[in-house]
């Protein structure tokens, strides 16, 4: 190596040491508690752990309130502990059932069934296991796409449906671009709802790989999504970043959740087939907003979508927002 080579090799190490520096300058925190689902649900006072076999696979759940069920489907890459905040107040008007989806949290994760109709049957299986002939639903991201599929599916299981900052997968997502249409994705750690870039749609579909890059590194990839999406995230919590990072640790638990993306082709032809929804809907989004709101327009018969000053996450960036549009519509 020459001298003005070993020189330019030199500032490149000392820049690299300086950008190690700054980025683990304040390096997010992780609670060393228990994340296991008995310790979780003492914090939810009147709320017990069950489980039940269902449609070939068992569904891990959290139940507890009084009055007619309401079931919670959360996304990735959370468990039903994303719903923590406002399952205690929703508990006071409803039998409240935060679930964990097929391959998510303490459910199981087979290798196969991660389409969205067929976990809406999950689901619906449950409601009726459960003693109930339907139910008030309420899902976000992943969760949102599932409860959309049970509605369509099986109007019959359900009272009311909510969707929260995510639609069911439609013929629009093959027109998403694969690079960003304009630079304000590298201009800001934030989301440009006018230009979001959802790179990870497409690293998820990729069978094998993302479990081999992943697996013990989970946290990173949720470290920025949670920046990316979320407007202030303070509110996740060390507990509340433990709990979602031992969630997604093993390489099975990466494979199940990137199997619900690696079904979203499936699922787009399975959307051509149904017919409009008629169970009344409400859309609650932040950045999804646009999304939410012109798939309703597409294809409900009676849905309307309410624009929060929230991150995507917004059970827990706007929990008494969520609850108040929650009561109102249920009511």
């Known amino acids: 190596m020459s001298f003005n080579m070993k020189r330019v090799a030199g500032a490149l190490l000392a820049i690299a ?29 009147g709320f017990k752990n069950g489980t039940v076999s269902v449609n070939g696979t068992t569904i891990h759940y959290v139940i507890g309130g009084k009055g007619a069920p309401l079931v919670l489907l959360p996304g990735w890459p959370q468990t039903w502990w994303e719903f923590h905040k406002i399952m205690p107040k929703l508990a006071e008007s409803y039998t409240v059932i935060s679930v964990d989806l097929r391959g998510q949290g303490s459910s199981s994760k087979p290798a196969s069934g ?11 299986d449950l409601i009726a296991q459960l003693g109930y002939q339907k139910a008030f639903v309420a899902g976000h991201d992943i969760g949102a796409q599932v409860a959309w599929s049970l509605a369509a599916n099986h109007p019959d299981s359900v009272e009311k449906l909510v969707l929260m900052d995510v639609p069911h997968p439609d013929v629009g997502l093959f027109n998403w671009p694969i690079v960003p249409v ?23 579909q990729v069978p094998g790989l993302p479990e081999k890059l992943l697996a013990g590194r989970e946290y990173l990839e949720q470290e920025w999504f949670f920046t990316y999406l979320m407007k202030d995230e303070s509110v996740l919590t060390p507990l509340d970043r433990a709990v979602y990072a031992n969630a997604y640790k093993s390489p099975e638990a990466i494979r199940a959740g990137n199997a619900w993306y690696q079904t979203f082709t499936q699922d787009i032809n399975d959307q051509k087939t149904y017919a409009k929804v008629n169970v009344p809907t409400l859309g609650l989004a932040g950045p999804g907003y646009g999304w939410v709101n012109a798939f309703l327009s597409t294809y409900a018969n009676n849905a309307s979508t309410v624009k929060l000053d929230s991150g995507h996450f917004i059970a827990e960036e706007a929990p008494a927002e969520t609850i108040k549009h929650l009561q109102q519509f249920f009511r």
């Not at 067929?118 to 689901?123: H, I, S």
């Not at 800001?188 to 870039?197: G, L, M, R, V």
């Open 114 to 124: 991660y389409d969205k109709k067929n976990m809406a049957q999950d689901v619906k």
């Open 17 to 45: 040491a300086i950008t190690t520096v700054s980025a683990f300058a304040a390096p997010v925190q992780y609670s060393k508690q228990p994340t296991d689902d008995a310790t979780l649900v003492k914090q939810l006072s």
């Open 182 to 204: 304009t630079t304000t994705f590298g201009d800001s750690a934030k989301i440009d709802e006018k230009a979001p870039f959802a790179w990870w749609f497409a690293f998820h």
